[in-house]
Each structure stands twice: as C-alpha cells, then as structure tokens.
C-alpha cells in the first residue's frame, strides 16, 4: 500500500465521520416515548415537559422509568431495574429521536419516537 492510498483512505474516513457527526447531533429530539414488553406495544408517553416516574412489571422482573425534562430537553431513563446485568440502568437518559434502552432479561424495549407528521422526509417520488 502506497502513502497516496493511506491517505485517500483516511480522507474517506474522515470525511464518513464529519457527516455521521453532524447527523447525530443535528437530529431533533422526539415527542414521544414508546415502551414495548415482549415486541409488543405496552405504552405510548408525551414527552410534553413534565417528570414522571413509574414502574413496569414485565413478568419477568421491575424496571423503573424515568421521563424527564431538564436543561437538555425532554428524555427518558431506566433508573432502577432488578436485571441481573443491569445494563439498561446504565444506559443513562436518552433525549434525541431513535434512540433506545433495551433490557435483554426482561424483553423491554424504550424507544423515542415522533408523532405522525412530525418525522423527517425520507424520499420524495415525482
């Protein structure tokens, strides 16, 4: 591999992170939070600027979630779970759009979504 090739790999790679970045952080944030158990719609939240805690039995196990709004916006957390991992804890808050908290032990899935009609364009036909 010749030094022109390193560096025309590296331009690409640069130039793929530079547009990834400006997506993750220019995406609008959601107005909505869905929770699913098993693959299954469980509850549908506004995230309308109020804080809320509730606890979800899965069958499985408890998780504690957290809708909140803050400095940052509105999101939503997994702030106490019985799982053995814990992972979905961990998580921390999620604020933006498509951004989800998945907790493998208790088929939880949290997800920030938007109404209809407040998503983006994905194509337009002609």
């Known amino acids: 591999m010749k030094k022109t090739d390193l560096a025309l790999i590296l331009s690409v790679l640069a130039i793929a992170g530079f547009f990834y970045a400006l997506y993750y952080f220019t995406r609008a944030g959601g107005t909505r939070v869905d929770i699913f158990i098993g ?5 549908s939240v ?9 606890v979800i039995d899965t069958g499985r196990g408890f998780n504690a979630v957290s809708i909140f709004s803050d400095e940052n916006g ?10 053995p991992g814990r992972d979905c804890v961990r998580a921390g808050k999620i604020t933006k ?4 908290i998945i907790c493998l032990p208790h088929r939880l899935l949290v997800r920030i979504e938007a109404d209809a009609g407040e998503g ?7």
């Open 74 to 83: 509105n999101g939503v957390a997994v702030s106490d779970a019985d799982c």
């Open 46 to 54: 506004a995230l309308n600027g109020r804080s809320a805690e509730f």
């Open 97 to 100: 759009r498509g951004q989800t």
């Open 120 to 126: 983006e364009v994905d194509a337009v036909a002609r």
């Open 39 to 43: 693959g299954e719609l469980y509850n």
